[in-house]
């Protein structure tokens, strides 16, 4: 008889340590591709990205190939587990793709030639890409090759799920999921995109915002006019959207679009006692960053502000001269992108409907508007029935110094909610980031320790949930 | 004996006639050269222009040089008049340099691939600083071409002094004018950098607007953040930014930066009287940039909005990621520019300050600020005593279908009020642009008519003036 995965497990965790050095190679390969799937000058970088990956997987025994989509293509992967393996059929999902990396001139390194820096917090791996997500979902693969080298195969059965679009509103992957949704349902999906809780603590995320993208343009003149000829007698489109927009809020940080908190859940006193357990010190949190106050409604916890709040930003607004020098220009047109992230039942169509409705109403009669939709999908709140989550958290709590915690998340992975709606799988958020990687930012690195031990957790993950 | 200055005009003005194709080709051999002078990287541009022109006049037998400034170089330019001629001596002035092309795309052909084209209002001169400043200073240099070809020698005796920093603020203007002050004094001052009234009535311009120009940058976070990750705890300087500019004005069009209406003069009845008679068909005016209604004080009349009123323009802004797609980020800056049109009394400086207070003291304690000072001039009125004034309006009347006109004037050249405040002499302000010109835009033009029939008017005016 075979001896238990958990026995198993010591002989794979060496080989972690022993092969790490050539991990980080393999990683610092993958980082070396410019995916970033926004934009269409990348769209090359993202298809040599899969093809990496599945030329990696291959060299696993992993069955694995390029799914082509309108976009950009899936990685997708099949190995069986153990012969008369009882453990529960796994999905791994992660993303190759990487956001953009302007503005440029803040980079200390070419974003796209990675390397192992030694900081005052000990080694990071720098590079666009390393922590989001390139570098969290080769810890899966790496806990993967280190079972396989030491055992010959995989604890459990596995189906690997990698996407090229997560970082542009992954445009094809609920079509995907559904005209493949027999091949890609497994027993429970594994989710590797978020971080530790405040650098330190391995968090399960329970609870994700949704995510809706706005894009706008308001034309006023049909062409850009001289300031001084017209100025003062011709609507200024600049001046338009600085007006919209300066009433997003209102001095107490209430988004004023109607309706936009319908959905929104009262914490309960269990959550929010067990959130304040926490200890969340948002002090070194913004400190961390250059700032010092909570900007969001005066009225709840600046950890509510980020797990369980709907928050509008602006992501981006552009008009008129922006060069070198001046010029007196009087713009034909002004821009924003805007996101809303979303909480408990907040439906992203109705928001994009009224936000709209309420821009439109504030613009004068003299100027037009064009939209664009970005990404829309609602918040989730994740099921942790399955026995692997209280498996997984007792392994997570054995490779860390802190126990695992069940965690919400400000960001929004709107795969969560799509595998449970349309595979009907429950999926589990884990991931090693840190407050300080700076992913989405110039600069962006993944620490050493988070690459390490968390193709350690994985390993352990793997052995805990196919016991 | 010899005859006088009108007698001789006939011959001149026919002159013009058989040369304008020659005339037009040295135009168009002006507009290739790129320069534009807000932007560093056209420096050796500028300085390729003013060799042009130096070697222009040098052909007229005038004694020009270029002149070195820590800036772009100054042109000047001396030529003597008929002996015993009992003309004033005139200085006439014009700028060389361009405003940037951007947004380029908007462009129908190259802004420095110059042509004549024809349209449905007849030909045009298509490219940038047809109209802006190139063509008008050529219409004079042309006139003086053809009294020279006519009669070896000008009418009156003439300081040529042509300028490559106007569309960047001037900064070696002033203290070149102090240096060179015995040298560049004269009788009278011509400048050619307006326009007609309405498109069709020459205007001789004794209202000029300042100008003040303020850019500045919001700084939030130290870096750009994950909106899912910071969004809702940390402040955003583009919600600052557009807050702050959203109290610009209120909902009558006033502008909110305290003390600003200060020094703003009471239009005097005979002037508003005037300017009615005048009829500005403001509908038409707006109509042309695809426009209706005017966007100014809803106290005051469109045509004072353009001519004797302050305003305050967005010139541009920018903030975060504004390229293809989105990208969900918090981002680290927020940075505007902003032109004030002075009139009056209004004083630049302390208008400069009270802005930069006003938008300070609507900064949270979070956010820093940094200035960057742009343009900085008062408005001036024009005194129409001296003899040529009156001598001119005749001449004008003499070549176009409606009898010139004494107008104000919206945008600012400050070299109006510096001719007198340092030269001591008064400034004549003529040109023959037209409304669509489209200075400072895409497609800018200069009808061939304006070039034509405005060097015929200089042709007219030297022999007026030099009676």
């Given amino acids: ?27 610092l390969e993958l980082l070396r591709i410019p995916s970033i799937s926004t934009d269409p000058a990348y769209k090359g970088d993202c298809d040599r990205a899969a093809d990496w990956l599945v030329t990696d997987l291959q060299s696993l025994g992993i069955k694995a190939e390029k799914r082509p989509t309108p976009g950009h293509p899936m990685v997708v992967g099949h190995v069986d587990g153990p012969k008369g393996s009882t453990g529960p059929h796994i999905l791994f999902y992660g993303h190759y793709d990487v956001q953009p990396v302007d503005p440029l001139n803040l980079w200390r390194r070419d974003p796209f030639d990675p390397a192992i820096e030694d900081t005052a917090k000990g080694k990071v791996i720098r590079g666009r890409g390393s922590a989001d997500d390139k570098g969290q979902l080769m810890t899966f693969i790496e806990a993967c090759r280190a079972w396989k080298a030491e055992h010959g195969e995989l604890p459990c059965k596995i189906t690997f799920f990698l996407e090229g679009e997560e970082e ?11 005209e493949n949704a027999d091949e890609l349902t497994c027993d429970l999906a594994l989710i590797c995109d978020t971080g530790l809780f405040q650098s330190k603590t391995p968090a399960i995320m329970t609870m994700l915002r949704g995510l809706l993208g706005e894009e706008f343009t308001i034309t006023g003149p049909d062409k850009d006019l001289h300031s001084g000829m017209y100025g003062g007698l011709a609507m200024n489109p600049a001046r338009v959207l600085t007006k919209i927009l300066g009433n997003l809020f209102d001095e107490d940080g209430v988004i004023q679009v109607p309706d936009l908190y319908e959905g929104v859940p009262v914490l309960n006193p269990e959550m929010k006692a067990q959130w304040e357990g926490l200890g969340f010190d948002y002090k070194t949190f913004l400190g961390d960053v250059g700032l010092s106050e909570p900007a969001g409604e005066a009225s709840v916890t600046p950890l509510e502000m980020i797990w369980s709040r709907p928050t ?17 220009v009087l713009p034909s047109e002004a821009s924003a992108k805007l996101s809303f992230r979303l909480v408990g039942t907040q439906d992203p169509l109705a928001i994009r409907k009224n936000f709209r409705a309420w821009v439109e109403a504030q613009l004068p009669a003299d100027c037009k508007i064009t939209w664009k939709d970005h990404s829309c999908s609602p918040a989730s709140q994740m099921s942790t029935d399955h026995p692997a989550f209280e498996a997984a958290r007792k392994a997570l709590t054995d490779e860390w110094p802190d126990p695992a915690a069940y965690a919400g998340c400000g960001g929004s992975i709107p795969i969560a909610g799509y595998f449970k709606s349309i595979l009907g799988m429950d999926a589990m958020l884990v991931g090693w980031g840190k407050d300080d990687d700076m992913i989405h930012s110039p600069n962006e690195k993944y620490d050493l320790e988070s690459f390490h031990k968390g193709t350690r957790s994985w390993a352990r993950m793997l052995a805990a949930m196919s016991e």
């Fill in 312 to 328: 509008a930003e602006i992501n981006g607004i552009w008009s008129g001269y922006t060069g070198a020098g001046f010029k007196t």
């Fill in 168 to 178: 542009s509103g992954s445009p094809s992957l609920v079509p995907f999921m559904k």
């Fill in 1 to 27: 008889m075979t001896s238990s995965p958990n026995a198993k497990l010591d002989t794979v965790l060496a080989r972690i340590d022993s092969d790490l050095p050539a991990a980080t190679d393999r990683l």
